[in-house]
């Protein structure tokens, strides 16, 4: 099994954006989604956003639907998390996960994680 080595993560000003990049050539799971995840410092790991590979149906949770827009390039095998309008409480190491299901109600990843991309947004 092979870990995502996620990209694009900086330090930005509220209010700016970024451009997360996912690896996802090697899924784990037919039929899963890729999600992003995130977990902000002392805190446990959040879902974020999932997008079928198969279909393109997308999820997000409430927390960033309409700031936070996943998306996949077939052609480049990635799947990205534009993420517009950041706030300081959306610092946090941000995951992907080729391995994303629903599961008991709640979203989760299936595969091995990556290192992470850290995300940190300055007032």
């Known amino acids: 099994q092979v870990q995502p080595v996620e990209s694009g993560g900086g330090v930005v000003q509220a209010g700016g954006s970024l451009r997360l990049s996912c690896p996802a050539s090697r899924r784990t799971f037919t039929g899963y989604a890729v999600g992003w995840f995130r977990q902000p410092p002392g805190k446990q790991r959040e879902f974020l956003a999932a997008?079928?590979?198969?279909?393109?149906?997308?999820y997000y949770a409430d927390s960033v639907k309409g700031r936070f827009t996943i998306s996949r390039d077939s052609v480049k095998s990635t799947v990205d998390l534009q993420m517009n309008s950041l706030k300081p409480e959306d610092t946090a190491v941000y995951y992907c996960?080729?391995?994303?299901?629903?599961?008991?109600?709640?979203?989760?990843?299936?595969?091995?994680w990556g290192q992470g991309t850290q995300v940190t947004v300055s007032s």
């Open positions: 997008i079928s590979w198969t279909d393109g149906s997308t």
């Open positions: 996960n080729t391995g994303t299901r629903k599961y008991e109600g709640s979203w989760h990843g299936f595969s091995p």
